[in-house]
């Protein structure tokens, strides 16, 4: 399988997790297995439940990354990071 990325990942073993504003919040433990500064691979035990946008957090919900899912493959995920939204002008 060639590269198609342009930017070098890092393959990682991490836990983190799916953040998700539905009705309350609700979050979704998941495997962070490689890592860029564009995006990242993660793996969980169903795809189809996640929504095309989320917030992912690495550190328990201390800070979070926008991300939208670009692919789903079984048991994996691939999401590019999202800039934030600028907050509106006074």
């Known amino acids: ?24 919040v609700e979050k979704l433990q998941v495997t962070l297995k490689d890592l860029t500064s564009t995006g990242a691979c993660l793996t969980l035990s169903t795809t189809s439940v996640v929504p095309d946008t989320f917030e992912l957090t690495f550190d328990r919900g201390r800070s979070s990354r926008p991300c939208r899912v670009k692919w789903r493959s079984g048991d994996q995920l691939g999401v590019s990071f999202e800039k934030r939204p600028e907050p509106a002008a006074e």
């Open 1 to 24: 399988m060639s590269e198609r990325r342009d930017v070098t990942r890092t393959r990682i073993r991490r836990n983190a997790e799916i953040v998700v504003a539905r009705r309350g």
